[in-house]
């Protein structure tokens, strides 16, 4: 990991059918960290990233990704490089695995041979076996799916790849495949903005983390100065104290 900035919000607010659901979210994403984006439901989270990704406009405040605005004329050469997997992001369940990669692929490579190499890149991502690449996807289990997502996400080699509770309700071994995968790009160079509830899970894969609590940053920094910080014996517990300063204060 180094210091590059990739990703920047800077107060950013954002209302939403007349409720301000953003009040001031502010964090950085450095190129080859891990950085989970925690907060209590109805925080702010997803609001958050879809801000980043300039699927929403803000109200006020700068976001900056790759050195572009998300509504720069520029931003279609900037989302190329840009990994996304919503949390409701779902599978084409009548086309096979590998025909779910090679689709996504043919939207990035610049010929048919690099769709090739990009979709066999997404298998190998995928930990999913030849055989059941074959298959249809509507026959996965939820796991399985999930691991197919994750590579359609970042088997372009994105610069900056962003997921939103890309674990959610997967078994231990799905869960286990899905963090090895983030752990092992991240160490290449790309940078990761990851949302959870699963503050274990943010202990094991987070370089660093940001709180949000009513749609404010409230910390960031490395889980242990979290832990520091909120005098807590784990991110899980320093989480919660933060939340209750927020709402009890």
Partial sequence: MDNTIVAAMEGVVKRIGGKLVLRGVSLEVRSGEVHVLAGPNGAGKTTTIRVLLGLLRP??????????????????????MIGYLPE???????LTGWENLLFYAKLYAGSPAQAVEMARRGAELSGLPGEVLERRAGEYSKGMKRRLLLARALMHRPKLAVLDEPTAGLDVFSA??????IKSMASKGTAFL??????????LIADRVTFIVGGRTVFTGAPRE???KYGAANLEEAFIKAVRGVVEG
């Fill in 59 to 80: 109200d006020g405040g700068k976001v900056t990704v790759l050195g572009a605005s998300p509504w720069e004329n520029s931003w279609s050469r900037v989302s190329r």
């Fill in 88 to 94: 409701d992001a779902e599978v084409y369940e009548r």
């Fill in 194 to 203: 990851v949302t959870t509830h699963n503050l274990l899970e943010a202990s």
């Fill in 176 to 181: 286990v495949r899905i963090r090895e995968a």
């Fill in 226 to 228: 979290a832990v520091e």
